[in-house]
């Protein structure tokens, strides 16, 4: 088989989509980071004039570089950059039109839609779509583009942009770029192939270098300055391209120092916030100039399509028998989480809806995959019933006059309703009298039922980020592109979004979605299972759980199945087809963490082990038949090799320092303005950490471990690893600090500090110092948790404090704690601040307490009375649990009740319980109560003690309560009787509020 | 006939040069001034390797701004880049049909190559080659690249880069780019065509108000500083590519400063010589890089073909008969000039080398187009005489013994040249005696002869400017591409600069130059002419004028037919047809020397004029034959049109200042380090003019107007016209002083000041000031003419001093005008450097009068006593000359001559022709010879008055002569007759030196 070159790719897509309408146009002539930045995008994208252009763009993103040692990353990779405006109703198709041009064929490969937000805060520019994945690589971005330049799109463009390097690298079927084909050199003889890397596996090199480690930071700091001075004054002179122009520069320059590791995280903002400003007043200024010229491109432009006219109609001829109803949604691939929040509003709306339409049905049945939300009823009603409705009129009293003639408002009311006014009279409702009238509705067909009701059900699918396409300004999570609607076999007609409901489905996308008629809502499951598509995610599930297990144990493995991958990766096919593939055996020296991440974030792979160790294997799941499965694999196999040779990249280019000389860095991350860097909190830690292992009463060994832990704890922020893959933070700590020589528990400790339960005490302290801290600092500075929003993660923090100390079983005092850690902190934490703190942690150790299964009063009542120790808190919740389920509690628990019960009536002051003597006592049942508690061991710390003594007790506490009245009339006599009682009650201070019990 | 758009000629292009072994690459991601910078050729053609390459190139050039008004010259332009290395042998053949492919069909187009010397000093590198132009309007740069940041190149590179905008242009016959399409968009109905001007015009403007009037001129200094320290540091690094890269944001910012006018003559260099400098270490270090790679791309490459094997031979039957002889070189497009050049060289050199070859022959013609040389020879012996060579051997003392017999020395010379050693006898050679050998020389056949001839023959033929193109290493004008060698019908076979002769030429160029074979040599020029090639100069040139004089003739005017131009357009076709096209009578308005200037220097057309005036037409001839003439006309005068526009703008943006305004700038413009800017020359000027007034006796009036003159004479050198055609320079400076208001006179002055003769006297006197001023001022700076070499034009200057003086026949003082100047300068002109100067003008006023036709000796008689007045000088050349002429002038003369030669005899010391006294004198005819000497009226001042005066004393001084014996044995007798005659010698001083006169 011939080798595709690169040239060829390039031509091949330009003929593509210049004969699909496109211009075809040049790549800018300064760096820009992505062909977006061109402005042929950028500024054509604004305002309403449509445009369609294709272009190369070579896009410079320095902190991509790697000295050219990585297959497929590179600081300068060749974009195909394509802007269609508006929507032209098939980009997917187009694109994948454009593919088959290419020599892809999508049944020999894997092709997918992976969800992707797209956001350039840079330029204040977002949009919704795709990466597109051809077998595990992504190979292009997908965008609707929503916003740039800060201005809202109308219309929408659509932005593909092929990575023409992986393009090259799928086609041949490589390892690496650099040695597939540029094109070749005709000599006078024969001709000579040139490589890509011929061409630019050199520069690429030293661009790397300069990059990372040769330019110079005065002097491009000092470039960034006069680009954005002068794109500034270009702006204020009207020379928007100009302008345009040096924002491109400021953005080069600042990748740069970026990369050169100039910039703090502070200056960033500062940064970004000017670039983005100059961008706004760029595109803001575009857009005027473009209205002044009166938009020339829209002159000649058709006249937009409106479906006003052709409303849709349908035969009214229909069966009288109940029928299946079936509503597919045809869409393009939505995100994971929207086929899940789709099929949750769908399950919970349809029955509900059924009910306001007062439509019979039988079963309901909700389906949802990536390109598909299905509604299946059976038995649906053919008719509304007939119904009655009391139609309530004016009050009686105003309906008729004093001489009982109806009013006018009881004419007006009975012409209304149709009735003959002398039929009017006045009956009861809610209470008042008024004049009523019941009308009698007929019942609507269903069919005409539902062709109002369905544009309104698809309207009511709302998601958490949605997008407009079109001119019907419809905000959906991806458009929609098709409606089935059948009732048995008519087609329930209507329009929504700019798309008609017929009968017509679609099949797998790898068999590029061929269209499927559905003779009738009965046939629909058939018919749609024929096309190879899974439409039940619980069977897509099963169906991935048995190939995958059965893969791994063609290896002698186990798969590592997570819910949250298995459930995702469910959402992302229709048809699933698990291939497996290796990598390289040098990558399992990389941490295994490293490893995993990689292959379930990245890749959505599922991961090989046997024994506890990784195996070099995984397992994808393919959409679509088993049909050349080898170029899937090799494609997957490709990518992965690729992921882990730049992580290969970073590990060692981080470890060429030693992990304590990443510490002064930390400087350079901004933890938050008011509470200083990153290494201003590293050093809190430290000290917190030193007073946390005295209250832990660790051994001089550990404190020692512990104080070097808390130092080196944070240092991994600023490697190269965690900055590329910030779930990795610890881990990397750990590995490096092993390769740095630390000592083994001091490594495990920094790789436990963010593990919600650290297994070491050494971790433990870690992690309590750093969750403290955030805590205390981040409640100072005012930024509590509200609401659903906690966007500095502190509930996990107060869980990740309660849950060690209650597994580890440590004895802690959280007010000591959180005092200790205010006095650390740059700004004053009052007490009321440190109470409020206290109150929330308190709040999370409820939430583990009931989570880990205890009884919801239980807990209440011992986290009444202690909550500043969680491991205590945990025991006495245990003791407590045990107390409750006793067969005898119903004795204990109300003696107990009686004496606190008296105490805490309104009419008793707590000056009431101040004196006991037994001078004033003349009952013998309240002298041997009083004897009995005085008999007590004082000062209970657990439940058990303290039930124990209550328990001895029960019997004269009854006694007591039969033949006494405690609220006797005489004062002293009443109060030294409270008093007794309020003694038994306080026995419970400070272990549990029995008040909180049930049956209390 | 569709439209092209400006998409598909390029998508046309990759296809066409892709299809062609070339590798497609992309455009370069900084602003570069033209596809050369791009790393693609700068770097590539670098070193041994192959590289076939093409791109597109947006190419920005500030300074070519022009709002989006002119119609086809923009700050943008987009170049098509081809690179061939090494030479394919055809890639002119290549070129044209790429054209082709664009539907460019060279029959209905007239497609030229026109000479061009493309250098770029900035990035120290050059090469020859062509500006292709199609229908007048230059669409493409053809070179072939010989070196490139300070590197020669081997092999030598072909650079074809077009212009596609005004391919579009030419392809569409349109007016302007503006409207022109560049592709469509099609919508979901329609298809939208997309202009250019849509495209890049608002940006256009907007980036000529950037470039012209916005950029802040500190701040891009600043980003020069920045770009070029980060370059230099990045080369220290070894960083080749980064260090290219702000190599060329250097430029770019170089340009923009230019643009804005901010660099200063002084400054430029500096800043070229540092750009050189960066560029020439780019190139360096890459070199080095790739022969550390060992040149990869050569590995593969093919092995280079070599010749040698295949040395030619030929049939060695051929006839006895004298045969006709034609050489034709067949050669890419010669500069006009090189056509002259080797023409005279052959015309010289092939009789001289006939007889060095000892081949009888008959007429020999020569002949030479842009295309072809052809030397042609009737008659040609077909072999060489038999010769009998006389050989000198030994000395006959040693070529025999005392014996007689021959020695060893003698025996071996007659072995060498094959004698019987007993016939040795030694004979009278050069005065010695030797032993000799008359050696017979058997005749060699011609065929045999010319083979070895040939190659040398083609050697011999050197150019002002040669150049390299593939592994012979030969240097040529242009490219060689073919030889005929033709004795008789026989093919005589030779190779050289690596093409092998034969009996194939090829025909005109716009006939896609096709194979002609030649039967024979007799045949050879009828051939040709069949061929539709006027081989003949003189027939070319009549025709042309021919043919322009019926054109001219058509419209009622006349055309201005320049000896320089109809010589230099005979020398651009091998064809010529005329074709008449117009342009807007608006650009009448123009100046009509920049219209002229325009038409006949840049377009090569002539201009049409009535009574004076020009007429809106001009006539251009075409490569070629009258098919499709109305496209070529269309062509020709949308270009001139817009060079007009172009000439329109610059004057408008000059007249927003008035031409004084200007003067300050010239601050800025350099004359020369040792002597200051201009302004500094320009306040000289003004000295001196002031006492070049007085010396010349000027009226108050004129003395005033003509310091006006010389204090703005230099002001136009910094308008943007000037700027732009430097050959307009003074006539700008007159039309720009007019619209400024200024007298008539004045202006006219301005204008005269380049003239050789200024008509009025202001004009005279600033062209004096400035050509004194110059020639001091440079003499004095150690920078006199020497050899050939004259780059400031000083012999010119002086001829301008003269010529001058001489036609307005006023009497100077050139000694006092230098001694003035001297005094102005701001370096020392000693009386050395003073007489240096005067002698250097004689010499040049020796020239203009011998020029003018007098007799050589009458000039030099006259200059070796008055040279300082040229006006005096040539009143005196005029008389002498008239004397020289008299029938009784050789009685004149030999009289005056007796007196002269005898006290110039070498025994004669001055102090002998002191005393003069009649008490000394003994004889009547020496005493009446006295007498008559005594009654001369003394210092005559005129050759007329001194030579009618030494009529009178012919008679005496012959007597004299006759009786009287001048060397006495007398001591103070014969000083005192010495004395006499030396009186009558002295009467010619400051007159004439008769001693130079032929005769005397």
């Known amino acids: ?241 100009p302008a345009h122009d040096y924002v491109l520069k400021c953005s080069h320059s600042f990748n740069i120092l970026d990369t050169r590791g100039a910039i703090s995280v502070a200056e960033r903002q500062a940064f970004f916030r000017r670039i983005r400003e100059l961008a706004k007043g760029v595109a803001v200024a575009y857009g005027e100039q473009r209205k002044g010229l009166e938009y020339p491109l829209l002159k000649n432009a058709e006249v937009r399509m409106k479906n006003a006219e052709s409303k849709p109609s349908f035969n009214s001829a229909f069966s009288n028998l109940h029928s299946s109803f079936v509503l597919e949604i045809g869409v393009e691939e939505l995100p994971a989480s929207d086929v899940d929040s789709a099929h949750a509003h769908l399950t919970t709306r349809i029955p509900t809806l059924l009910d306001e339409l007062h439509l019979a049905h039988g079963d309901v049945r909700i389906f949802a995959t990536p390109r598909r939300l299905t509604v299946y009823v059976e038995n649906l009603s053919p008719s509304q019933p007939d119904r009655e409705n009391l139609v309530k009129g004016p009050p009686a009293d105003k309906a008729f006059d004093k001489d009982g003639k109806p009013t006018q408002a009881a004419l007006g009311f009975a012409k209304k309703n149709n009735l003959d006014p002398a039929t009017l009279e006045a009956r009861e409702i809610d209470g008042g009298k008024y004049v009523a009238a019941v009308v009698k509705q007929k019942g609507r067909p269903t069919p005409e039922v539902l062709v109002d009701a369905l544009p309104k059900l698809v309207e009511s699918i709302k998601f958490e980020k949605s997008m407009r396409w079109n001119d019907s300004g419809v905000s959906f999570s991806r458009p929609i592109r098709w409606y089935v609607a059948l009732l048995g076999d008519m087609v329930i007609p209507f329009e929504y ?243 740095s020589g630390e000592q083994k528990d001091i490594a495990i400790a920094i790789g436990e500090q963010y593990q919600t339960v650290p297994q070491t005490k050494i971790g433990l302290v870690v992690a309590l110092a750093d969750r403290l801290d955030s805590l205390v600092g981040l409640f100072a500075s005012g930024l509590a948790p509200t609401g659903a929003k906690d966007p500095f993660g502190l509930r996990r923090a107060a869980i990740g404090i309660v849950q060690p100390l209650i597994e580890h079983n440590v004895d802690f005092d959280l007010a000591a704690a959180v005092k200790e850690s205010a006095k650390t902190q740059p700004i004053e934490v009052g007490a009321e601040v440190q109470k409020q703190i206290l109150d929330f942690i308190t709040g999370r150790l409820n939430v583990v307490l009931k989570d880990a299964g205890y009884k919801y009063d239980v807990v209440d009542a011992v986290l009444a009375e202690q909550s500043n120790n969680p491991a205590g808190s945990l025991r006495a919740v245990k003791q407590l649990q045990a107390w409750v389920e006793r067969k005898d509690w119903h004795e204990i628990l109300p003696a107990f009740a009686r004496c606190v019960r008296i105490i805490r009536s309104p009419s008793v002051t707590s000056d009431q319980l101040l004196v006991i003597g037994r001078v004033f006592m003349s009952e013998p049942e309240e002298m041997d109560l009083f004897d009995a508690v005085l008999s007590l061991q004082p000062g209970y710390k657990s439940v058990d003690e303290f039930l124990n003594a209550i328990m001895e007790l029960v019997p004269l506490i009854n006694i007591f309560f039969d033949k006494v009245l405690v609220m006797a009339e005489d004062k002293i006599v009443r109060n030294n009787r409270l008093a007794l009682v309020g003694q038994i009650a306080s026995l419970s201070s400070g272990i549990a509020d029995l008040g909180k019990l049930e049956g209390f």
């Open 497 to 739: 979004a700019g798309v008609v409901s017929g009968n017509t489905s679609r099949g797998l996308r790898p068999y590029d979605s061929p269209e499927i008629k559905i003779p009738s809502a009965d046939k629909y499951f058939d018919t749609i299972r024929e096309a190879g598509i899974l439409l039940d995610k619980e069977e897509r599930k099963a169906s991935i759980v048995e190939q995958v297990n059965q893969a791994a144990a063609l290896i002698g493995g186990e798969a590592i199945i997570e819910d949250g991958l298995l459930n995702e990766v469910a959402n992302l096919i229709e048809m699933p087809t698990a291939v497996m593939g290796g990598f390289d055996n040098e990558y399992l020296s990389l941490p295994q963490d490293v490893l995993i991440s990689v292959m379930k974030k990245h890749q959505r792979y599922f991961p090989v082990e046997k024994n506890g160790k990784l195996l070099a294997h995984f397992i994808a799941i393919r959409n679509g038949d088993d049909l050349h499965m080898d170029i899937v694999r090799e494609g997957n196999e490709h990518v992965l090799g690729a992921r882990f040779a730049d992580a290969n990249f970073f590990v060692r280019e981080d470890i060429k320092l030693k992990l304590e000389e990443y510490r002064p860095k930390l400087a350079g991350l901004m933890f938050h303005t008011k509470l200083g860097s990153m290494l201003d909190k590293s050093e809190r830690m430290l000290k917190l950490a030193e007073e946390l292992s005295s209250m832990l009463a660790l051994t001089e060994h550990e404190t020692r471990n512990t104080h070097r832990a808390t130092f080196l704890s944070k240092a991994d922020l600023v490697t190269q690893m965690v900055t590329e893959m910030t779930s990795l933070q610890g881990i990397i700590g750990r590995e490096y600090a092993i390769r």
């Open 1 to 241: 088989m011939k080798n595709s070159s690169f040239q060829e790719i390039i031509l091949k897509l330009q003929d593509f989509w210049a004969s699909h309408g496109c211009l075809i146009t040049q790549p800018y002539y300064t760096q820009v980071g992505a062909g977006t930045m061109n402005p042929a995008t950028f500024l054509r994208v604004l305002g309403p004039e449509p445009w369609n252009v294709a272009y190369v763009e070579p896009s410079v993103r320095p902190d991509d570089g790697r000295y050219g040692e990585n297959p497929n990353r590179f600081q300068l990779h060749t974009q195909y950059q394509v802007i269609l405006k508006p929507d032209p109703g098939n980009p997917q198709e187009l694109y994948l039109e454009s593919l088959n041009a290419l020599g892809i064929d999508p049944r020999q490969h894997d092709i997918r839609f992976v969800e992707d937000n797209w956001e350039q805060p840079a330029i204040s520019a977002w949009g919704l779509g795709w990466e597109v994945w051809l077998d595990g690589q992504e190979i292009t971005q997908f965008t609707y583009f929503q916003q740039m330049g800060g201005v809202a799109l109308d219309p929408v463009s659509v932005e593909i942009t092929y990575g023409l390097e992986r393009i090259l690298i799928a086609l041949n079927n490589a390892k690496a770029i650099w040695n597939e084909p540029w094109g070749s050199i005709q000599g006078r003889e024969s001709a000579t192939v040139v490589t890509y890397g011929e061409i630019r596996r050199q520069e690429e090199f030293e661009h790397s270098k300069y990059y990372f480690e040769a330019a110079d930071v005065e002097r491009v700091r000092a470039m960034y300055d006069l680009f954005s001075a002068e794109a500034e004054a270009c702006l204020a002179g009207g020379l928007i391209v």
